[in-house]
């Protein structure tokens, strides 16, 4: 996660991150509207992000591709409705015209969601991160969890994923494995385990400080609150 400077920068972290949560929640349960108007706002701010790499999304994807693939194949060839082609073929191996849409509207916003996860993290630091979540975390407390190593603990396991992710394709090529090998992808996650528990032992405590004197301002409560009303005022448009 790199620590990027622009126009993101005077809207506090802790916003970013529940402006986000808005976002994802209003796409999973969208209509074609707030699908509109989330693409649109994707567009916006990655082209207003004019160092914002475009390619680190672009492989999220792409790693993702047989997921969906099979969201799509499941929604067109499960939903009921009507044929895709008619009674020009037998109706039980078509997939409807239905089956699509909805599937469609799924990817829709599962890419979406992702474009969002990439560029948010793309924009904030993992001390930013950190803190944003300590704020976030706070109700925890009522609960007997420590906020601190909540946010701690989350952050690192996002900032690991690229490097396992790293380790992954390393480790299936070495092997040369092939996809229908099913005893072969079981030893090399064996070994990709014992990899990643020998390099945790070995790598060096790293010292994290958090700036919580950096309180959320109240006034940037309009950020959320703003995203939220249009999201309420376009789903009523379908």
């Not at 994802?24 to 509207?33: P, V, W």
Request: net charge positive; aromatic share 12%; glycine share 6%.
């Amino acid at each position: 996660m790199n620590s990027r400077t622009g126009w993101y920068d005077h809207v506090h972290p802790v916003f970013r991150i529940i402006c986000f949560v808005i976002f994802s929640l209003f796409l999973s349960l969208g209509n074609l509207a707030q699908l509109g108007l989330a693409t649109f706002s994707i567009v916006v701010i990655y082209v207003a992000t004019a160092n914002c790499h475009i390619f680190g999304f672009l492989r999220m994807l792409n790693r993702m591709r047989w997921f969906l693939l099979s969201i799509l194949i499941v929604y067109a060839w499960l939903t009921p409705g009507v044929p895709l082609f008619g009674g020009g073929f037998e109706p039980a191996w078509q997939p409807s015209v239905e089956g699509l849409q909805q599937g469609g509207q799924r990817l829709l916003a599962l890419v979406l969601i992702v474009a969002a996860v990439h560029w948010l993290l793309f924009v904030m630091s993992r001390e930013q991160l950190i803190a944003a979540l300590y704020w976030l975390g706070s109700p925890l407390s009522l609960f007997g969890v420590s906020r601190e190593r909540f946010a701690v603990r989350l952050a690192l396991v996002l900032a690991r994923v690229a490097d396992v992710q790293t380790q992954v394709a390393k480790q299936v090529a070495q092997a040369n494995v092939d996809k229908g090998d099913v005893k072969k992808f079981a030893a090399v996650a064996a070994g990709l385990v014992a990899e990643i528990v020998r390099q945790a032992e070995l790598s060096r405590c790293d010292v994290v400080e958090l700036d919580v004197s950096d309180k959320p301002p109240l006034w940037q409560w309009c950020w959320p609150l703003l995203l939220l009303a249009a999201m309420l005022l376009v789903a009523c448009l379908d």
